[in-house]
T-cell receptor, first 111, second 114 residues
Framework: GQNIDQPTEMTATEGAIVQINCTYQTSGFNGLFWYQQHAGEAPTFLSYNVLDGLEEKGRFSSFLSRSKGYSYLLLKELQMKDSASYLCAAREDTGANNLFFGTGTRLTVIP | KAGVTQTPRYLIKTRGQQVTLSCSPISGHRSVSWYQQTPGQGLQFLFEYFSETQRNKGNFPGRFSGRQFSNSRSEMNVSTLELGDSALYLC?????????????FGPGTRLTVL
């Protein structure tokens, strides 16, 4: 079956660094995605990992360990506008190629 | 270029009715995927259409169906609505399909079933 786990809520201070963890179990695996979703808006793509290691993109980085079924999203130099939900999604590779999302982590950035 | 558009943005229906939602993908994108988002379950994959054919399907009952037209626009239909169908329905488009690394989401249709 499929299972994606991530914390429900996190709070961090403006200017700080925050790490949002995600563990996954899928029938086959073909990539891990992170999306950002502000309240009332559509999700927007942040990152994609399919090989082990760290992918850096500006203030955001994403890490993947396939053997551990684990990923994290790292946000540096937090800004108030980073307050949003962060969705972890794993893509299975069983021919259906579906995306399975976690319930999302609501991040609140405080001054 | 224009993003993914969904109509209507908000909809209120009663139990037992049916509803049709529409999604227009980004120009040139041939794949449209539909998701249901609820606070408790998060985003759940409904189905994907590519070149007018349903290519992938999630674990939803047959009351949920869809189709895609030759211009890649897609519609989703839910029949015999239940209270639990109240959710945000999102569609996402991509060039080729789920194998792409990025899907572009529309703003969603907020369906309330009374």
């Amino acid at each position: 079956g499929q299972n994606i786990d991530q914390p429900t809520e996190m709070t961090a201070t403006e200017g700080a660094i925050v790490q949002i963890n995600c563990t996954y179990q899928t029938s086959g695996f073909n990539g891990l995605f992170w999306y950002q979703q502000h309240a009332g808006e559509a999700p927007t793509f942040l990152s994609y990992n399919v090989l082990d290691g760290l992918e850096e993109k500006g203030r955001f980085s994403s890490f993947l360990s396939r053997s551990k079924g684990y990923s994290y999203l790292l946000l540096k130099e937090l800004q108030m506008k980073d307050s949003a939900s962060y969705l972890c999604a794993a893509r299975e590779d069983t021919g259906a190629n579906n995306l399975f999302f976690g319930t999302g982590t609501r991040l609140t950035v405080i001054p | 270029k224009a993003g993914v558009t969904q109509t209507p943005r908000y909809l209120i229906k009663t139990r037992g009715q049916q509803v049709t939602l529409s999604c227009s993908p980004i120009s040139g994108h041939r794949s449209v995927s539909w998701y249901q988002q609820t606070p408790g379950q998060g985003l759940q994959f409904l189905f994907e259409y590519f070149s007018e054919t349903q290519r992938n399907k999630g674990n939803f009952p047959g009351r949920f169906s869809g189709r895609q037209f030759s211009n890649s626009r897609s519609e989703m239909n839910v029949s015999t609505l239940e209270l639990g169908d109240s959710a945000l329905y999102l569609c996402a488009s991509s060039l080729v399909g789920l194998a792409d690394n990025e899907q572009f989401f529309g703003p969603g249709t907020r369906l309330t079933v009374l």
